[in-house]
Nanobody, 119 residues
């Protein structure tokens, strides 16, 4: 199993940027993909972006396409989320998660890092 720890959240103004990191430890050799999710107060957790652990294919939620970029450093076992042009509606707790195959859901959730966009 892999353990995940997110960092990099904070308070920013609309239009500003943040870069989140997710450090993975444990068994990363069998990972299929990793992803970022977020959950705003009173809302369900939603998918933000995902990336294949082997290779670099990515996927994004429509709401963040063109503003967010997911990337990874396999050697450092770290996942990133570059968030540009942040909007009020991006305010949420952001979580990273791991996936072990195309037939298994994301899991091994980290503790989350808070992103707040406010003027």
């Amino acid at each position: 199993q892999v353990q995940l720890v997110e960092s990099g959240g904070g308070l920013v103004r609309p239009g500003e940027s943040l870069k989140l990191s997710c450090a993975a430890s444990g068994r990363t050799d069998r990972l299929y993909a990793m992803g970022w999710f977020r959950q705003a107060p009173g809302k369900e957790r939603e998918f933000v972006a995902g990336i294949m652990w082997i290779g670099s294919a990515t996927s994004y939620a429509d709401s963040v396409k063109g503003r967010f970029t997911i990337s990874k450093d396999n050697a450092r076992r770290t996942l990133y989320l570059q968030m540009n042009n942040l909007k009020f509606e991006d305010t949420a707790m952001y979580y990273c998660a791991a996936r072990y195959s195309s037939n298994t859901p994301y899991g091994n959730w980290g503790q989350g890092t808070q992103v707040t966009v406010s003027s």
